[in-house]
């Protein structure tokens, strides 16, 4: 399995809602990744998990709060979101965060609209 | 604070054209990746270069990393509607204490 899965592909939440994205991989990755990226733009850090343990944390506001419950999977709790967080979030992996020749492995990533 | 800066940042082309971005930064790096993106979906590796110098290709697809590791060109060959994307390069740092710097992108168009 090379490949990294996110679901759902599209969610619309209310701005009082509580949604979860997930991620998940089975390449025996130990870092991984959420990135935002809005329309026309390139992908932005949002969090890095290495061996299951949050290690950086790209000043996201708070009603964004990830979770790596095992080493496959990474989930991103939302909760009181804005309409500007709409976004197109992207979840990847690679072998290590310090592994710098093999690159990362993206997900489709969660289409997220938020109204 | 390393920074990738790439151009052009867009390019519209005719099919069988030939064309180079380009992915410049003023820092070294120990490798650098691009990325391919196609809309509605996640960026796809295509290449990662390590050494100094080094040309790989990819079909119709050449990279090259410059000699002293703080650049690196992609070049494509008759380009063809399906190249059509979002071209992203990727650097990593020597200390390999940094997530992947993603240059902002290279937005391609190839009109049939």
């Known amino acids: 399995d090379t490949e990294v899965t996110q679901t759902p592909k599209h969610l619309v939440m209310g701005m009082t809602n509580k949604k979860s994205l997930k991620c998940e991989q089975h390449?025996?990755?130990?870092?991984m990744y959420w990135y935002k990226q809005k329309a026309k733009k390139p992908p932005e850090l949002m969090f890095v998990y290495s061996y299951e343990k949050l290690s950086i944390n790209e000043s996201v506001p708070s009603r964004f709060s990830p979770e790596c419950p095992n080493s496959s999977l990474l989930n991103l709790h939302l909760h009181a979101l804005q309409p500007e967080d709409s976004a197109l979030y992207l979840c990847?992996?690679?072998?290590?965060?310090?592994?710098?020749?093999?690159?990362?492995?993206f997900g489709s990533g969660t289409r997220l609209t938020v109204v | 604070t390393q920074l990738l800066e790439q151009s052009p940042q867009f390019l519209s082309i005719q099919e069988g054209e030939n064309l180079t971005v380009y992915c410049n930064s003023s820092?070294?790096?120990?490798?650098l990746q691009w990325y391919r993106q196609e809309p509605g979906e996640g960026p796809v590796l295509l290449v990662t270069v390590v050494t100094g110098g080094e040309v790989k290709k990819l079909k119709r697809l050449t990279f090259q990393f410059g000699d002293a590791r703080k650049d690196s060109s992609l070049h494509i060959t008759a380009a063809q509607p399906g190249d059509t994307g979002l071209y992203l390069c990727a650097g990593a740092d020597n200390s390999g204490n940094t997530p992947l710097v993603f240059g902002k992108g290279t937005r391609l168009s190839v009109i049939a």
């Open positions: 990847a992996s690679s072998q290590e965060d310090r592994s710098t020749a093999y690159g990362y492995t």
């Open positions: 390449m025996g990755h130990r870092a």
């Open positions: 820092s070294v790096f120990s490798s």
